[in-house]
């Protein structure tokens, strides 16, 4: 079985410039997770989505960040305009089980993006 | 609101031996699972372990085991017959409530020395 996809690996930008980041969860995974980790923490979630709607987006910088998952598979993370502090590793993760049933299912995630705003 | 706690920033283990990692939680929901991750230097987070709080016996998954101790709200991980390809960060994390988003703690270093 595949595991979550992302890329670029790697991407370096200046500031004020925008980037984007593209995931592709665990086929059937019905729940998508992005994660910002700065470097010597843990991560921090950014948006959730169960298939395409958004679950939790409380931590996401709306005014410059954005998430979308038109269609309840793939998903895309965009930066604009970015700011010296988004360096970070960006943490893509999927789950099998939707919101609503009990319990609590595992995450799997990603390789990550490395970003680092110049 | 959820909260990980780990208060070991560093550790190092000679290979072959038994190394536990410390993890505190605090919550009020009463139904949460805590899980434990691995990131080698490459970056990616490995799933290693899963013990949900109404369990009734300690999770172990081959080398490792999470010894759960609801009471006093903790959840550490035991690495047995440590291997140099275990050095790593290791994050204990939590989930649960109303929503399933991971609580991450601020991960140990840990370091096998041949």
């Known amino acids: 079985e595949a595991g979550v996809a992302q890329s670029p690996r790697y991407k370096i930008i200046e500031k004020r410039q925008s980037v984007a980041f593209w995931c592709n969860p665990i086929s059937g995974h019905a729940t998508l997770y992005w994660y910002q980790q700065i470097l010597g923490q843990g991560p921090k979630l950014l948006i959730q989505?169960?298939?395409?709607?958004?679950?939790?987006d409380s931590q996401l910088p709306k005014d410059r960040f954005s998430a979308e998952r038109l269609k309840g598979v793939d998903s895309t993370l965009k930066i604009q305009p970015a700011k010296l502090e988004d360096s970070a590793v960006y943490l893509c993760?999927?789950?099998?089980?939707?919101?609503?049933?009990?319990?609590?299912?595992?995450?799997?995630f990603g390789p990550g993006t490395r970003l680092t705003v110049l | 609101a959820q909260k990980i706690t780990q208060t070991q920033p560093g550790m190092f283990v000679q290979e072959k031996e038994a190394v536990t990692l410390d993890c505190t939680y605090d919550t009020s929901d009463p139904s949460y699972g805590l899980f434990w991750y691995k990131q080698p230097s490459s970056g990616e987070m490995i799933f290693l372990i899963y013990?949900?709080?109404?369990?009734?016996q300690n999770a172990t998954e081959g080398r490792y085991s999470l010894n759960f101790q609801k009471a006093r709200k903790s959840a550490n991980l035991v690495i047995s017959a440590s291997q140099l390809g275990d050095s790593a960060m290791y994050f204990c994390a939590m989930g649960g409530g109303s929503n399933y988003k991971l609580t991450f703690g601020k991960g140990t270093l840990l370091t096998v020395n041949p």
């Open positions: 013990q949900g709080s109404y369990d009734q």
């Open positions: 993760a999927s789950s099998l089980v939707p919101i609503g049933q009990v319990g609590t299912d595992t995450q799997y």
């Open positions: 989505f169960q298939n395409n709607g958004v679950v939790d």
